[in-house]
């Protein structure tokens, strides 16, 4: 689950016509989806290791072999660039919950919010609190390890989430919804998917399993050998997907308008939410559960770096917490004073915050993320994955199965991700340019 999932997802529901963007999006997530997931924790599993670990362990034998470590080092660097906008992002979430909590965010208009938005954003000293709060966090997790400090947090996290989800869920049947902003979510709207619906179904798919983040094989790499692939994959994409759609269900019903007005960027959830969400304690736990959420993510993505560098450097792992954190802390700096003190500077028309979100979310990890589709489906041999086919998975699904999931590892789901390669670097932009008249 990521922020991404938790206001841009009710957006492009909202946006390309309901229930027919859910269809293509449903089918993006087992079509892609789900064999790329698997693959990625079919190789981590029972490996103990780091990502270009992982990835020279299977490619040890394979032509090439430094070229595919190279790209899971390029994995590493698109979730370092990654991050440090996401901590922006993430402080901006931990700061808005605890002052919605004590009732400090009310405003009468979107005019108001954005403005009040702005001024915090541009607020440097006050950001950079919030900022190392958040660093702070990720670093005193993953310092103890994975077993005894990132998975209990996780775990943690998680609950915590279903049960915020839980309370919103109740206040959100009560609360009276606006019928057209709620028709708008449930209907099937054809015509408003169009090609750009498509190509953001495949693009948000993509994202909401971070395909190219590295922190599948990490998370993954510390399971059991014979741990059954296929069967968490689907568990862990049913149960992400559940909560991210009952977010939308919630979004519908108390945003006056519908999450239509989420589009423009995931600042407008600190514009909009203040202003047109009643009562204002369901505002407090919108914004906790932003915040909350922002925790899993960023957790996730800084637990692949820390693992980088401990093995890397072979250090412990509380230095590689901290030396991580270090570097995190001043990235998300640079970035946060883009709207700040570093505003004057924004070469091709994008701060710091703007180029780490392109080069990250727009290059290295869609890149990285069909790297790792064709090293599965089309570098390895059959028989080095059929050999890594066990355990629970031969006894549930079988030869027939493996062969399935090949089949769409190799071909469906490399099409959808050189799609979202296309997509993600502008091509459906170019060819607008281009064919208007």
Known sequence: ??????????????????GAFLLVYAAALVVMGLPVFS??????????????GVVSMWTRDTAYSRAWVIGAYATLLGALLLLAAYTVVASWSLAYSLRALVGALQVASIEQGSARFVAFARDGERGLGWL??????????????LRKGTEPVMR??????????????????????????LQESLRFDFAALGVRGLLEALYQAFFS???????????ASHLP???????????????????????????????????????GGVQRIFEVLPSLVEPSWAMALLFALFAVVGMTTGIGLFEALVQGVSHRFRIPRMRAAVYTGVVIGLLGLLAQNSFGV????????RNIFDWFSLVSAHLLIPATGLMLCVLVGRVLARRQLLAAWQGDETATVGAGGFAVWL???????????????????????????????
């Open 342 to 349: 570093l505003a004057f500077w924004h070469p091709a028309q």
């Open 407 to 437: 089949w769409l590892l190799r071909y469906p789901a490399r099409i959808a991700l050189i799609v979202v390669v296309a997509y993600s670097l502008g091509a459906l932009t170019l060819i607008e340019a281009i064919w208007r008249p």
């Open 1 to 18: 689950m990521s922020l991404g999932d938790f206001w841009r997802l009710p957006y492009l529901v909202a946006t390309y016509g309901g």
């Open 156 to 181: 943690t996290l998680v609950v915590c989430i279903l049960g915020l989800l839980f309370l919103l869920g109740i206040l959100a049947w009560r609360y009276p919804p606006e019928a057209a902003a």
């Open 209 to 219: 399993l971070s395909l190219g983040t590295g922190v599948i094989i990490s998370l």
């Open 132 to 145: 190392l709060l958040f660093v702070l966090v990720l670093v005193a997790t993953t310092a103890r390890g």
């Open 225 to 263: 050998a014979r741990a059954p692939a296929i069967r968490l994959s689907v568990i862990v994409i049913a149960i992400s997907q559940m909560v991210a759609l009952l977010f939308g269900f919630v979004i519908a019903r108390l945003l006056p308008g519908g999450a239509a007005q989420l589009g």
């Open 39 to 52: 693959a990625q924790m079919l190789m981590a599993r029972g490996c103990h290791t780091d990502l270009p």
